[in-house]
């Protein structure tokens, strides 16, 4: 029998049974260039099969044929060899089949314990210590707060109002100024599905640029600081290192959906760790904040968000909610000067500026506004999945990520 019949015969690929023939598995006869099998070759490849059942491995088949080929499968010791050999193989299998068994138990109690309906939601909400927080956008005065509904150290409920005419309201805990985004361009990421498309080498690059951030802010140096994070629809820093930072600090998120920030708010709260967190839903960076409330920003691929949808940098519009001796810490991805991606991000996002991911764009309007500013190169792509945003990326232009930090009053960048 020829090879391509018998692998047909055996269910096998061609390859498989020219890797039996290479290892010395299999010794059929060759006539010029084909391989012809005798009964004796097929009965072994056979034999071969049903070890390959009894979970033998390729080296211990190989002395096993060994045996059958030098022997007529009669003679005590050889047949005592092979049923010693049976009998060590039950064990391993036995002592496999306790480790699986084991393993089972705790994919069940995995399972049970990260089940979602498992979670504990708590009954968090707006912050009584950030309502002094909260002023209005048009002429600045202190929000009041009208059929405030108030739990434990929290405002679950109520209307932010302002004698100039401003209001907002408090749904589910969140402030919610009532300007939603409802363009074409961008949809709330309620299941996350951004961070699952990552490639090897971005999901690299993205834990560089965590560890960076979370580095600095290690020192110590930021117990009950105001904290600001926000388009967390698209990539959200705190949500996965509240737990390195400061209890007592207060934090505030800022998105324009108020769906992504009601999930994070209960995804937060079910973590238990009883932080003060303000959220604010609102479209346009012009946040119900007290102006130089904020004492760190973290920009965590912020910018580059921001520039799909502004023409003004990010910092620039951040700036006015930003203390006398604050700080920006960041990181960003930027593109060289000239590549073709730049002009397909715009094209994709065109209320934005021409100018997204263009680090060097952000450093100016830094220095512009007075503030210091330090950076250093993290790493680089060449490629990047071909979805979201990234479906604007031409695969072989470099796509670098900077880390850095920008400061005005007596801090020093870098420090």
């Not at 399972?111 to 009584?128: C, F, H, K, L, T």
């Amino acid at each position: 029998m020829r090879i391509g019949a018998l692998a047909k015969k055996y269910s096998l690929s061609i390859d498989t049974i020219r890797y039996y023939i290479s290892i010395g598995l299999l010794i059929p006869e060759k006539s010029g260039a084909q391989f012809e099998f005798s009964a004796k070759e097929e009965e072994i490849l056979s034999f071969i099969q049903h070890l390959k059942t009894l979970h033998f491995k390729l080296n211990e088949i190989r002395y096993i044929i060994d045996l059958k080929r030098t022997s007529n499968w009669v003679e005590p010791a050889t047949r005592q060899a092979y049923v010693q050999l049976l009998r060590e193989k039950d064990s391993e299998l036995s002592s496999e089949l306790l480790a699986l068994q084991y393993a089972q138990k705790l994919l069940d109690k995995e399972m049970r314990e990260y089940s979602v309906s498992a979670v504990n939601w708590d009954d968090s909400g707006v912050p009584i210590r950030a309502l002094p927080l909260l002023s209005c956008p048009r002429c600045g005065r202190q929000l009041s707060i009208r059929s405030g509904v108030f739990a434990y150290k929290y405002v679950k409920s109520g209307e932010l109002t302002c004698d100039c005419g401003y209001s907002a309201a408090i749904h589910d805990g969140i402030v919610d100024t009532g300007t939603v985004y409802t363009g074409s361009h961008d949809s709330p990421d309620l299941h996350r599905n951004l961070y699952h498309t990552f490639n090897v080498d971005f999901v690299r690059m993205y834990q560089l640029c965590c560890d960076k951030i979370t580095k600095r802010l290690s020192t110590g140096e930021f117990a009950g600081k105001v904290f600001f994070e926000n388009y967390i629809n698209g990539y959200f820093y705190l949500y996965n290192h509240l737990n390195d930072l400061p209890r007592d600090a207060l934090y505030i998120v800022a998105d324009k959906y108020p769906e992504m920030l009601l999930m994070y708010k209960e995804m937060i709260s079910s973590l238990g760790l009883d932080l003060d967190i303000l959220y604010i839903a609102d479209k346009d960076p012009d946040y119900p904040l007290r102006p130089g409330c904020v004492d760190v920003a973290i920009d965590f691929f912020s910018t580059s968000e921001h520039d799909f949808y502004f023409p003004e940098p990010y910092c620039r519009h951040i700036d006015p909610f930003l203390g006398p001796d604050s700080c920006v810490i960041g990181t960003i991805m930027t593109l060289p000067s000239g590549v073709r991606s730049r002009r397909f991000y715009h094209e994709k996002y065109p209320e934005g500026t021409p100018e997204v991911m263009n680090f060097p764009r952000l450093e100016s309007a830094y220095r512009e506004l007075g503030w210091r500013i330090c950076s250093e190169e993290v790493g680089s792509v060449l490629e990047t999945q071909n979805k979201y945003s990234f479906a604007c990326h031409l695969n072989g232009e470099k796509m670098s990520f900077v880390y850095y930090e920008a400061v005005r009053g007596k801090q020093r960048a870098g420090q």
